[in-house]
């Protein structure tokens, strides 16, 4: 019987591993210069983290989380997202005492047993990024600034693609929310028998929950719900209109959408999310917040925090499309890089161990050199190059070091070289310059 990945799993294959690899490095880079710095965090936690942080009501702790014994019959979850693994890393190492900000970033695999689908994985990466420090606008203006500028960083070169949009909310504090939760309430409760069953079950548990509902009825009863923003404290609204200011300062467009709720108790006041063209029904791209509490909640001391974490996958997808369709940017460029530069072709015994040699030094230069050492023809060997797509081919031969000539062949001009030579090391020499000039 055939064995298949497990399902919402995926493989990456060189092309996606290059177009993923290529996003990291942007992103790292950005985020370096914001002094973030980068940690790795366990996959594994104890359960009890997630229920705690989370919330025990919410969509991700009820059915999505990934949950098991292991041997010691401890409860165990693969991490659904990185900020309660943070916040227990920041609390257990100490590290709240450290000077602020405390700035980190991690990248890596998250879990959460959903229906697979575009743009939904049960293991999806994400770059998830945390900065703990002040209640401050202005850090949240720079953090939504961040995130904007990492997503819109594969434009670098080209005309910017007006493909993000910027949604933001504020979810209000402990003071203004439980009035506007409980009107919410009453008024899911009013219009119960035309929300979903889901949303049902949410209204006692997790209203707000509700306002993130995608089913066509349900939206339509969300739209005329109480919207929060009238609730606001003065604190709250204070803070809010300041955030909005700074954006309108520095020029980041956004849209105020005053249903936007997250899906992770822990959230305070402010909170965005980042959808993107082209990524159908999943199109949030990146989300985050605020999160002041949860480090209290978790054990630790007062610490307002906020972050965000950016789904590569989407990402990926709204940059260079998928299966279906063609992205905005082409990934050709990037995955040139995955062809050999060069091809030795080694006929006879003399050219293996010399062409052995030839492709150590190569190698050394940094060139991504290949080579078969099976004993075939001249013409089959080309056709090999050819089918590897490798830049350039390098031909070698008893004759050819007879005579101290070799043949370098341009795969793609289809044009060839004499490479005139002393001995093998000058003969590397030339090649690698003739190679490095051509690539
Ligand atoms: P959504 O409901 O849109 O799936 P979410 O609110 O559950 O998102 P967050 O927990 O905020 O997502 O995660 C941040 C980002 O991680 C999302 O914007 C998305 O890009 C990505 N993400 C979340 N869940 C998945 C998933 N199952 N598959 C792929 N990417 C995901
Ligand atoms: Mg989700």
Redesign the pocket.
Known sequence: MKIQAVR?FKDWLPEEFAKYEYLIELAKNILKTYNYKEIKIPILEKTELFVRSIGEFT??VQK?TYTFQDRNKEFLTLR??ATAGICRMIIERGLFVNPKPLKFFTVGP?F?H?R?QK????E???IDVELFSELNPYIEAEIISLAMEILKAPFFQEKEQKIYTLEINSLGCSECRPKYREDLLKFLEENKENLCDTCKERITRNPLRVL?CKIETCKKVISKSPIITEYFCEDCNAHFKNLKEILDFIGIRYVENPRLV???DYYVRTIF??KAKGLGA???????GRYDYLLEELGGPYLPAIG????????SISIFGDEEKGGVLSSEKLLEKLNPDIFLILLGKESLIKGFQLATFLRKKGLRCEVTYEEKSLKAQLKNADKLSAKYSLILGEEEFKKKSAVLRDMRKSIQDNIEFKDLEDLSVKVFEKVKNGV
Do not use: N, S
């Open positions: 919402g969509d991700i999505e659904p997202e998250m959460r959903e697979p743009g939904r994985l049960r999806f990466f994400q993130d997250r899906g992770l999310e980042i999943q199109d949030t791209v990146a989300a985050g965000f974490a950016i789904g590569l996958e989407r990402w």
